[in-house]
């Protein structure tokens, strides 16, 4: 258990580390997801150790971006401004990349054929 | 005995008051999901923001005070993110049967998501910061506060259009696919996992367990894929 939360500490650090070694604009903590996922496709037995802790991670994750959520308050100034704009474009945008998204898996799998 | 307003005035110096206030409102939202059978529109996290909120206003709390007792849970974002991997390790074989349709959805699914929010943003007088803080609002909640803070914007303002928009997709994707006819369960998935992260794929499981296991995979390679597209759209727009 603690292994496992240095293991992933480990690749938040070096991707934290890489990220601003090599000026990414990539986040540090994705650099260590796609590190992690290689170390699992290299070792699968690696995946079998840390899966437990990973999927005790993430059963809350939604509980995690609360604190964060809260600062909007800080924005009401923003929000004041740009709220009716942002709202449309969520919306609108959300629901466009639902169609796009959609539309293109199912085109490209009657082209390649793939069945459910 | 100590005066009210004693213990408050200790409480309000450390961080228990309010880490221990966000996994009450927290849990609050969680039962009031729960009691609505599961309601996209009633998100605990939403409910949560609500009930935070007020109780910051009510009692004259800044936020920078709230966050000096949130931000224990808030550190965990950064490792969550990275068991992302997990998940997306355990779902892979998905992608190694249906690699073409669900590259090909992705590429289309993220970047219709991240061009046409910025487009109708900026044309409604939508500039700076505040356009910045949009572009990463498809992709999970972690990464997305990540993206925005390398592309300059306004993480807590991110956090909440996260938010937002997943609770969007969650609340129209059902409807949507059927006026589309869309029936591939593999595709109404996958484009909800895409399109609105983590929250689209919670709904996604609900409705059907191919359509949630799709979900999943799209949040987790869109997570990566944003990451990578967000700063170079966002440079078209500014």
Redesign the interface.
Same mark, same amino acid.
């Given at each position: 258990m603690i292994l496992n939360?240095t293991l992933?500490?480990l690749?938040?650090l070096a991707?934290e580390i890489a990220a601003r070694a090599f000026a990414l604009?990539?986040?540090?903590?994705?650099i260590?997801?796609?590190a992690?996922?290689a170390a699992?496709?290299l070792r699968p037995g690696l995946?079998r150790r840390?899966?437990p802790?990973?999927?005790g991670?993430?059963a809350?994750?939604?509980?995690?971006?609360?604190?964060?959520?809260?600062?909007?308050?800080?924005?009401a100034e923003?929000l004041g401004r740009?709220g009716?704009?942002?709202?449309?474009?969520?919306?609108?945008?959300?629901?466009?990349?639902?169609?796009?998204?959609?539309?293109?898996?199912?085109?490209?799998?009657r082209?390649?054929g793939?069945k459910? | 005995m100590t005066d009210l307003p004693d213990i408050w005035s200790y409480l309000r110096e450390g961080p228990l008051l309010w880490l221990t206030a966000?996994?009450v409102?927290?849990l609050a939202g969680d039962a009031a999901f729960r009691a609505v059978d599961r309601n996209p529109l009633v998100n605990?996290?939403?409910v =949560?923001?609500i009930i935070?909120?007020l109780a910051?206003?009510s009692t004259g709390t800044p936020?920078a005070t709230?966050?000096e007792g949130?931000?224990f849970?808030?550190f965990?974002?950064?490792?969550?993110?990275?068991?992302? =991997?997990?998940?997306?390790?355990?779902n892979?074989h998905h992608l190694r049967?249906?690699l073409?349709?669900?590259l090909?959805?992705?590429v289309?699914?993220?970047a219709?998501?991240v061009i046409?929010?910025?487009w109708?943003?900026r044309a409604?007088?939508?500039r700076g910061a505040?356009l910045a803080s949009?572009a990463p609002?498809?992709t999970?909640?972690?990464?997305a506060?990540?993206?925005s803070?390398?592309?300059g914007g306004?993480?807590?303002?991110?956090?909440?259009?996260?938010?937002?928009?997943g609770i969007?997709?969650a609340v129209?994707?059902t409807p949507?696919?059927n006026a589309?006819g869309?029936r591939?369960?593999?595709?109404?998935g996958?484009?909800?996992g895409?399109?609105?992260h983590?929250?689209g794929t919670a709904r996604a499981f609900q409705v059907n367990r191919?359509a949630g296991a799709f979900a999943g995979v799209?949040m987790g390679l869109n997570?990566?894929l944003t990451?990578?597209l967000a700063?170079y759209v966002l440079t078209l727009f500014r």
């Open positions: 939360i992933i500490l690749f938040q991707g604009p990539v986040p540090g903590p994705v260590g997801l796609a992690l996922l699992f496709l995946a840390v899966m802790t990973a999927q991670l993430l809350h994750l939604s509980l995690l971006f609360v604190p964060a959520g809260v600062g909007v308050i800080s924005h923003v740009d009716a704009a942002l709202l449309a474009a969520l919306v609108a945008s959300t629901a466009l990349a639902l169609a796009a998204g959609a539309l293109t898996f199912v085109a490209l799998a082209l390649a793939t459910e | 966000t996994l409102a927290y605990p996290v939403l =949560a923001m935070l909120g910051l206003w936020y709230y966050f949130a931000q849970v808030h965990m974002l950064g490792p969550a993110t990275v068991a992302l =991997a997990g998940p997306l390790y355990e892979l049967r249906t073409v349709p669900m090909g959805a992705l289309v699914g993220s219709v998501a046409s929010a910025l109708i943003a409604l007088g939508v505040t949009l609002k498809s999970t909640a972690p990464v506060i990540g993206i803070e390398a592309l306004l993480t807590t303002l991110t956090a909440a259009l996260v938010i937002l928009t969007i997709g129209l994707v949507l696919m589309l869309i591939d369960w593999r595709a109404r996958f484009a909800v895409v399109a609105a983590g929250i191919t799209g997570a990566l990451a990578l700063p």
